[in-house]
């Protein structure tokens, strides 16, 4: 029965560590733009490096 108890109390413990994780990284900005650096590999910077 304790094990029970323990592996209900673990579980819930790695879901609020989850929940912290996911909080932390929108808030850090991680999840900003995540279309971007696709696109900005195909612009041509040839135009600022010739001048």
Same mark, same amino acid.
């Given at each position: 029965? =304790? ?5 209900? #109390?673990? @579980?819930?413990? &790695?879901?609020?560590?989850? =929940? ?5 990284? #929108?808030? @850090?900005?991680? &999840? ?20």
């Amino acid at each position: 029965m =304790w094990s029970l108890y323990f592996l209900i #109390i673990i @579980s819930i413990a &790695m879901g609020i560590g989850a =929940w912290l994780w996911f909080l932390w990284s #929108i808030k @850090s900005g991680q &999840m900003d733009d995540p279309e971007g650096p696709k696109y900005r590999m195909l612009e041509d910077d040839d135009e600022e490096n010739s001048s």
